[in-house]
Nanobody, 130 residues
Framework: QVQLVESGGGSVQAGGSLRLSCAVS????????VGWFRQAPGTEREEVAS????????SYVDSVKGRFTISQNDAKNMVYLQLNSLKPEDTAMYYC???????????????????????WGQGTQVTVSS
């Protein structure tokens, strides 16, 4: 059973930084993607970053490029999201999510749609004050 558990959220002032962690378990091989999504009240959940756990290739939504960095620690089965230069509009609940274990077979990129991620963590709140 695949499980993802987030930690590391909190409250910071604009311009500050946070590192979110996602503990991933249950995958038997590295043919899957892990994505970080966020959802602010009254908005749709959007993917902000994803990582191909086999090749280590990452991708980002335009609004966070140059500020957020997704990375993985294979030995610890952890995926991180470093959030720098935070803005009030980054305030949201952040979720990590995993694709099926064989998503990357025959594919060269990770998905951006929620529906392609069947496994979800419980979320961690990030609040950025101005």
């Amino acid at each position: 059973q695949v499980q993802l558990v987030e930690s590391g959220g909190g409250s910071v002032q604009a311009g500050g930084s946070l590192r979110l962690s996602c503990a991933v378990s249950g995958y038997l091989s590295r043919q899957h993607c892990v994505g970080w999504f966020r959802q602010a009240p009254g908005t749709e959940r959007e993917e902000v970053a994803s990582i191909d756990t086999y090749r280590g290739i990452s991708s980002y939504v335009d609004s966070v490029k140059g500020r957020f960095t997704i990375s993985q620690n294979d030995a610890k089965n952890m995926v991180y999201l470093q959030l720098n230069s935070l803005k009030p509009e980054d305030t949201a609940m952040y979720y990590c999510a995993g694709t099926t274990s064989v998503w990357l077979l025959g594919r060269s990129r990770c998905p951006a749609e929620m529906g392609d991620y069947p496994f979800w963590g419980q979320g961690t709140q990030v609040t950025v004050s101005s």
